[in-house]
């Protein structure tokens, strides 16, 4: 089975996609938001953004028959405002989870299911990797790490773990160490190394720099009436967006579409159990002009 997008419909509800316009897909993936938007769009036009190659490559062929309808970019999002070069967009979509193929290529060291190297990089060309962290930094900016980014809370034992166990090469043998450091705990859902592996990704990858960017730049690039939709996993992605939204709204740039957050209903978590954790939010841009960029772009709860 392939990756299956989340919140897939409530993304185009949001959205709401009209021919002729033109939109941004921050996170291509698997292809599968890209493939349901270039659908509605007539004679409009989509940028599809990803720092995998792997995923450019196979939407080459999924999306083959829209031609120049859309626009494929091997970059990060946060090199949006580059990309886009000036022009606007009707509407941005981001899926920050990880796809179905990234998971299960082991050679990416993002599963500690798989035996694989400790990689977890998105983009093969950049340098930092996972067995670069786990192997050369000092237990205690391990140890913050692990709990900053993996909301970890014996974050401290397994950095110790991990620094008396050097040198580790491969998913399985640190899952290991992790999981005798940290036994699973009775009744938990999650693997002892999960939120370990977690850290490693985002930290590998910038995930939380990146998002900070695109949402930094997002009011910029939408047209007046353009809108942002932005799907979550995790409450650090959950509570940058939620924060920008604010602030956005606060300064008269965006209203605020999502009162609540959006989660998947039961039937969408039956059929795709990894939906579980997606939280959507929205926004719509407003005609006020942006105000002049802060170096800070971010606000306290």
């Known amino acids: 089975m392939g990756h299956i997008p989340v919140l897939l419909e409530q993304a185009l509800h949001w959205l709401q996609i009209r021919p002729g316009g033109v939109y941004a897909d921050c996170t291509l993936g698997s292809g599968g938001y890209a493939e349901a938007i270039a659908g509605r769009l007539g004679d409009g036009r989509l940028v599809a953004i990803d720092r995998d190659p792997e995923a450019i490559r196979r939407a080459q062929e999924r999306l083959g028959r829209f031609g120049d309808r859309i626009r494929l970019v091997h970059s990060g999002f946060s090199e949006l405002e580059r990309i886009l070069a000036g022009s606007l967009v009707d509407g941005l979509v981001a899926d920050l989870g990880v796809s179905r193929e990234q998971l299960e290529d082991a050679e990416r060291g993002l599963s500690f299911l798989r035996e694989g190297p400790l990689d977890c990089r998105m983009n093969p060309q950049q340098e930092l990797t996972a067995a670069h962290i786990v192997n050369t930094y000092g237990e205690k900016p391990l140890a913050e790490l692990i709990y ?75 047209a007046p009436g353009g809108r942002l939709v932005v799907v979550s996993f995790h409450s650090l992605e959950d509570r940058l967006v939620k924060q920008a939204l604010r602030r956005w709204a606060g300064q008269n740039v965006l209203m605020i579409l999502t009162k609540h957050v959006i989660r998947p209903g039961e039937e969408e978590v039956g059929r795709n159990p990894s939906s579980r954790s997606a939280r959507l939010r929205a926004a719509e841009r407003g005609s006020q002009e942006c105000p002049v960029k802060r170096q800070d772009s971010t606000t306290t709860e």
Do not use: C, W, Y
């Open 148 to 222: 900053r980014l993996g909301e970890e809370r014996r974050s401290r034992q397994i950095a110790r773990a991990i620094v008396r166990a050097r040198p580790l090469k491969g998913t399985l043998q640190l899952a290991g160490v992790i999981e005798r450091a940290a036994p699973r705990a009775r009744g938990a859902r999650i693997h002892p190394a999960t939120r370990t592996f977690q850290a490693l990704r985002i930290a590998v990858n910038d995930e939380l720099g990146e998002l900070e960017k695109l949402l930094e730049a997002a009011p910029g690039v939408l």
